[in-house]
């Protein structure tokens, strides 16, 4: 552009021709050209990948959700059976990961403030301690589909045994009453030999009016009545030295106290003692965490479970006499030192056997 308007520029002043060359004539008519159509306009077409990729996502979203309603129609429709396992299974699976995240954030939180298991809040507590038998499960069905092509056997094990090899999450509602039902017949199988038990002891006992004070709870409970709350604190200093302190119960007694919270009996007597010790200890924090929150609020779902826990059948239970059951469990619990924690332990046969009609 500059040398044609330097070449224009001597033509005009020496008022001759000058001979430009066929080459440098072209590039001045196309300099012209382009004076005359000026500048190239910028193009109007913004491309934006960010906005393709969200749109290009959205659909894929929207595609997958269609064919996976389709898809349980299909199920539903055809095979309802299969569809309700199927239902229940991705159900349970969503409710095991998002356990798992809150109990990885509830970890998270006792690092970073240095923490204690005590120190949480109830439902904390109670998340921990749920998840943790859970994951023990969960273990047990992963070891053994180590083997190669186990894996097959193990998922027809899980639909013939259901209650000895799933968790919770991943049984029907129906299939959760059924096999609550059935742990409390095992546990309720160990109430009259504890309650033998607890009778063989009488004699042993040097003070007279704890002798005559446990005879008459045995007899009571035998009668099918319950006791109150004044009945189990008076044997307090019984149940924290020999005969029934929690390291003088003998073998046969802790098997029968590990059937009566669903722990495995078949262990060697220090292991049943220790893991009764450890289960009674998390159940006296659990109570003095919720003496804490208070009952009332917790929810009815809560309320029953946190009986379940404690050897109350729950499921067939009002929720009011479930609230009032725990809250006369909690009195006698917050009144219990560590050294007395054999009667809270006893307190899961003595003050549940009874209670509402529970009896049968």
Not at 120 to 135: A, C, G, K, P, W
Not at 179 to 207: G, M, N, W
Request: charged share 20%.
């Amino acid at each position: 552009m500059a040398l044609s308007r330097v070449c224009w520029a001597r033509a005009a002043l020496w008022g001759s021709t000058v001979n430009l060359g066929p080459l440098l004539i072209r590039r001045l008519q196309l300099g012209r050209c382009g004076l005359a159509w000026g500048a190239p306009r910028p193009s109007k077409l913004h491309l934006s990948p960010k906005a393709d990729v969200k749109s290009l996502l959205s659909y894929v979203v929207t595609k997958t959700k269609a064919i996976n309603e389709k898809y349980h129609r299909f199920l539903g429709r055809n095979f309802p059976r299969f569809y309700v396992m199927y239902t229940v299974f991705m159900k349970g699976l969503q409710m095991v990961w998002a356990d798992a995240k809150k109990a990885r954030r509830i970890k998270a939180n006792m690092w970073k403030h240095s923490l204690s298991f005590h120190q949480l809040s109830y439902r904390d507590m109670e998340h921990l301690r749920q998840f943790r038998r859970d994951v023990a499960k969960c273990i047990f069905l992963g070891i053994i589909s180590i083997p190669p092509f186990a894996n097959y056997l193990v998922f027809l094990l899980m639909y013939l045994f259901p209650r000895q090899l799933l968790i919770r999450h991943f049984w029907t509602p129906k299939q959760q009453i059924d096999f609550l039902d059935i742990y409390q017949t095992f546990r309720k199988q160990a109430h009259p030999e504890i309650l033998t038990c607890l009778e063989r002891t009488v004699p042993v006992i040097s003070d007279a009016g704890l002798r005559w004070h446990l005879k008459e709870l045995c007899n009571k409970i035998q009668h099918g009545s319950h006791p109150a709350v004044n009945d189990i604190l008076a044997l307090r200093e019984c149940f924290s030295n020999h005969p029934l302190g929690m390291n003088h119960l003998q073998a046969l007694h802790l098997k029968a106290l590990s059937r009566a919270v669903l722990l495995t009996p078949h262990l060697p007597t220090f292991l049943l003692r220790s893991r009764l010790k450890n289960h009674t200890t998390v159940i006296h924090q659990l109570d003095k965490a919720l003496i804490k929150l208070g009952i009332g609020e917790l929810t009815a779902q809560e309320v029953k479970s946190a009986c379940y826990l404690r050897g109350l059948n729950s499921t067939h239970i009002a929720e009011e006499k479930c609230r009032t059951w725990l809250g006369e469990w909690l009195q006698v619990s917050c009144s219990l030192k560590d050294a007395e924690l054999s009667l809270l332990l006893h307190n899961v046969v003595l003050f549940s056997t009874n209670y509402a009609g529970t009896r049968r």
